[in-house]
């Protein structure tokens, strides 16, 4: 067992057992004490690698069973039940499609064409690249896909110390850049669709081109911004314009498309169609439209995939990771837990200007997302209780959803997510990298979501 794992398993013994003595006159009753403390020993258990991240999400459902935080089995698993799940599984599909195919590396060239080929245009090309997959791919997957582009392209460096800094750049570059992306569409990330849900819920609908309009003029000004501070601070190495038409001439990427190549393209085309048509016609629900998508890439005669090359390109650690965390928050919002964490920031009797309130949320998100570095699980417990607030405060939910779940999405302000952890395993840069720029970019991701949603959501028809 190494150090980190014994530490973590005396701190999860600690929490768990500690959390029985804790008195109910703190504010929360017996079961969210218990929830709560769940929660907190199951993120320790992840962040230290006690065990297996799947198994320790499994472990957490038991726990929520054995400590009575939930009234059945039925209930610890609820998370695992909604269709959140099966877009994510989706996502992963088309990333091992689009692998099969040079598409993504044809999407890259074209950027190198159109930005130049200097560096710095490389990296924005990278970054680019990965904005624009995640829009319709899952963050983890979209930097799993990306990451081999960039180590193939970093073989270009021969001296160490320039690979070294220039790798730092673009490995950090690349997941910060996916995570931007993800709030262009409701299919760009799973909380995405956590927050549609949220507003259902609430009776309230916002359709898959009004989250357009929403996101992607904040991740297009918070992509070149990302560009510019990562170019900036880091500096990567310049290379010669010989340098780059070779590598580009190694990609050995045919001129014409190959009928496979086309028909992936088609498939991905008519489910991101079909996701822009969800706005007025609601029977084609997302997850339901991409399932259907989906299964186009198996069809005898023209499977792009195998089933076996499927499963085994799918993170699993994400699948457990969110369905887990869907089922704790769950159990923290019905055991008065959410409301309680959320009284501790908001008052109900706040009177602040509305872009005040919105950067206060986008703020708040960033500073949990320190110690709970997982986004859903920020998104379930935060979304009841802040439609409550939204309430309260006599304006649509909409204005305190979306902010919660931009921000947390963009949850780099240190590698401990899912995705920036794909790039910090590849030992170009270390946990006091990112916080170089990330702090910058999150304090300006908030001035932006504050002075954008006042003017879109009521153009929009939110008020």
């Known amino acids: 067992m190494k150090k980190s794992q014994a530490i973590g398993f005396i701190l999860c013994a600690i929490i768990l057992i500690g959390m029985n003595f804790v008195p109910e006159s703190v504010g929360l009753s017996r079961a969210g004490i218990s929830t709560l403390g769940i929660l907190i020993a199951i993120i320790i258990a992840l962040v230290l690698e006690v065990l297996p991240l799947g198994v320790s999400c499994l472990l957490g459902i038991s726990l929520m069973v054995f400590f009575r935080t939930v009234p059945n089995l039925a209930s610890a698993l609820s998370g695992y039940t909604t269709s959140i799940l099966y877009l994510v599984l989706v996502t992963f599909g088309l990333s091992v499609a689009i692998t099969k195919v040079p598409l993504s590396k044809r999407l890259m060239i074209f950027l190198i064409k159109l930005f130049g080929k200097k560096t710095n245009n490389i990296l924005l090309s990278i970054m680019f690249c990965a904005a624009v997959l995640s829009s319709i791919m899952s963050n983890t997957a979209t930097t799993a896909v990306l990451i081999s582009v960039v180590l193939n392209f970093l073989d270009i460096y021969t001296d160490s110390e320039e690979k070294k800094r220039s790798g730092r750049a673009f490995m950090i570059g690349l997941p910060i850049a996916s995570m931007i992306g993800g709030a262009m569409t409701p299919a760009g990330c799973p909380m995405n669709v956590i927050g549609m849900e949220f507003l259902n819920n609430a009776g309230i609908t916002i359709t898959f081109v009004q989250w357009m309009a929403v996101g992607i003029p904040i991740a297009m000004v918070a992509l070149f911004l990302a560009w510019w501070l990562t170019a900036k601070v880091f500096r990567p190495a310049e290379l010669t314009e010989q340098q780059i038409d070779e590598y580009i001439e190694s990609l050995n990427i045919p001129k014409q498309f190959s009928g496979k190549e086309i028909y992936v393209l088609v498939v991905i085309l008519s489910l991101f169609t079909l996701w822009i048509l969800s706005s007025w016609f609601p029977v084609l629900n997302i997850t339901t439209v991409g399932i259907i998508g989906f299964s186009f890439l198996f069809i005898p005669g023209f499977e792009v995939m195998t089933w076996k090359e499927y499963t085994e390109n799918v993170s699993w650690t994400s699948f457990f990771l969110i369905g887990t965390m869907m089922s704790l928050g769950n159990a923290l919002a019905a055991n008065g837990a959410s409301d309680w964490l959320v009284s501790l920031f908001f008052s109900k009797d706040l009177k602040l200007a509305l872009p005040v309130l ?96 006042p003017i879109i959501l009521p153009i929009l028809g939110f008020h």
Do not use: H, R
């Open 358 to 453: 919105i950067a206060m949320i986008c703020l708040v998100v960033f500073v949990l997302l320190i110690p709970i570095p997982i986004g859903p699980v920020l998104v379930t417990m935060l979304g009841a209780p802040f439609i409550s607030l939204a309430e309260t405060w006599g304006f649509s939910p909409a204005f305190l959803i979306l902010p919660l779940v931009i921000c947390a999405s963009c949850c780099f302000i240190l590698p401990l997510d899912t995705v920036p952890l794909l790039t910090y395993s590849t030992g170009y840069y270390k946990m006091t990298d990112m916080p170089k720029i990330s702090v910058i970019l999150q304090l300006f991701i908030t001035i932006l979501i504050a002075v954008w949603l």
